[in-house]
């Protein structure tokens, strides 16, 4: 194994471009996109750091992460562990380091670390992405939060960033994940742009997606993340009746084609 492990989730580019720019940035760092290790029962780990970047979903941790924490198992070697989450803007809204903390206290590891970075939020539905001079403006302020977390991780620094005191957001995540989640599947359609080529089943983190008759189905594992409708070349589809009057988005440092393989072989 790696001295460094960096495993993470990313349906629209943020994360992934995090865990780009720590990889580069740290020796003997091996990335790996947790829906590759959906097959697996038991992940055990065997370097000496290990890091997770991943989104925040309804103020805290997408289901599919908490799943992939519960498989792990840490070796004797394993000596600093950190988290950052990337974010549309509510890291003081957020229960997401608190929910880690508490995952991987449960696997017997220590979470010695815990960032929040505030990048473009992809939950369209809520709100629409920020013109081009803003959205810039965002993600070079969240490249230099980028350098700042580098600069502390490599030190292994003791550190999280504060999330407030706002614990409901927890029951609101607990009520998104038993009650909202299971149907969301049902708020997606497809418009008669669709060209039927396929990349929202590609992209979905889950194989949630079949094509019939050239057109996509969503079955009932979806995670709720967007990457279907964000990636779409066609812009076809949507979510609910907000989505239609409002831009698409994706990492602009990161394309298409890496998070492809980002998903299951
Ligand atoms: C279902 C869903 C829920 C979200 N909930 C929040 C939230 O509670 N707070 C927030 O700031 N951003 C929220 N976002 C925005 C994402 O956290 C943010 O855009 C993130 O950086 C996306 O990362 P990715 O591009 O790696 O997928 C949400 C996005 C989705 C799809």
Same mark, same amino acid.
């Given at each position: ?7 993470y ?23 790996c ?30 289901p ?44 017997? &590891? *220590?979470?010695? !670390?815990?960032? @929040?970075?505030?990048m473009?939020? +992809? ?7 920020? #013109?081009p ?14 350098e700042?977390?580098i ?14 005191m ?6 609101i995540n ?13 708020k ?17 983190p ?5 094509m ?10 979806? &995670? *709720?993340?967007? !990457?279907?409708? @964000?990636?779409?070349?066609s812009? +076809? ?7 239609? #009057? ?14 492809l ?5």
């Open positions: 194994m790696p001295k460094t492990i960096i495993y989730f990313s349906a629209t580019g943020n994360s992934k471009h995090v865990a780009n720019v720590l990889a580069s940035n740290i020796e003997d760092c091996r990335l996109p947790i829906p590759h290790t959906a097959q697996e029962e038991s992940i055990y780990i065997d370097a000496d750091m290990v890091g997770l970047v991943i989104p925040t979903h309804y103020f805290g941790v997408p599919l992460v908490a799943a992939f924490i519960r498989k792990l198992k840490f070796a004797p070697s394993v000596n600093y562990v950190f988290a950052i989450i990337t974010s549309g803007s509510s890291q003081y809204l957020n229960s997401s380091l608190k929910q880690l903390k508490k995952l991987f206290f449960v696997q017997g &590891q *220590e979470l010695h !670390a815990g960032y @929040h970075v505030q473009i939020s +992809s939950y369209i539905p809520l709100s629409d992405i920020p #013109a001079e803003k959205l810039q403006q965002t993600l070079a302020a969240a490249d230099k939060k980028i700042r977390m600069h502390s991780i490599l030190i292994r620094k003791y550190h999280y960033d504060s999330e407030g706002y614990t409901p957001l927890q029951g607990r009520y998104w994940q038993k009650h909202l989640l299971p149907s969301t599947y049902t997606f359609s497809c418009r008669e742009s669709c060209t039927g080529c396929a990349t929202c089943a590609k992209v979905c889950v194989k949630n997606i079949t019939a008759g050239q057109r996509p189905q969503w079955r009932k594992d979806c &995670q *709720e993340c967007l !990457a279907c409708l @964000h990636l779409c070349p812009e +076809s589809i949507e979510f609910g009746k907000r989505t239609a #009057a409002r831009q698409r988005y994706r990492h602009p440092q990161v394309t298409v084609k890496e998070l393989i980002d998903r299951l072989p």
